[in-house]
């Protein structure tokens, strides 16, 4: 599983069910838009810290975007 491009993915898909826009997002949770766009692209894998910032932004809890991975995780392992 590679755990940065399903991040990326669930973020994307998180954002575009609540109708925002990539610079939304990033301004509501305080990080450049670059590096957003590199999370939600699966091109890095962000820090505990910008996980929060991408929560905050997307207006959900950490756990919404921690879980899913979490578990999918373990189902491959």
């Known amino acids: ?3 940065s491009k399903s ?3 669930l973020v ?8 925002q826009t990539q610079e939304q ?6 990080m450049c838009n670059r590096h957003y766009q590199d999370i939600e692209g699966g091109k890095t894998m ?3 810290d910008m996980v929060f910032k991408v929560a905050r932004g997307l ?3 950490a756990d919404k975007l921690i ?3 979490w578990q999918a995780w373990k ?3």
């Open 59 to 61: 207006g959900t809890e």
């Open 1 to 3: 599983m590679d755990i």
């Open 67 to 69: 879980t899913p991975l």
């Open 7 to 9: 991040l990326g993915d």
């Open 75 to 77: 189902s491959d392992a």
């Open 25 to 30: 997002v990033s301004g509501s949770g305080g």
């Open 12 to 19: 994307r898909e998180m954002r575009e069910a609540n109708g």
């Open 46 to 48: 962000p820090s505990l």
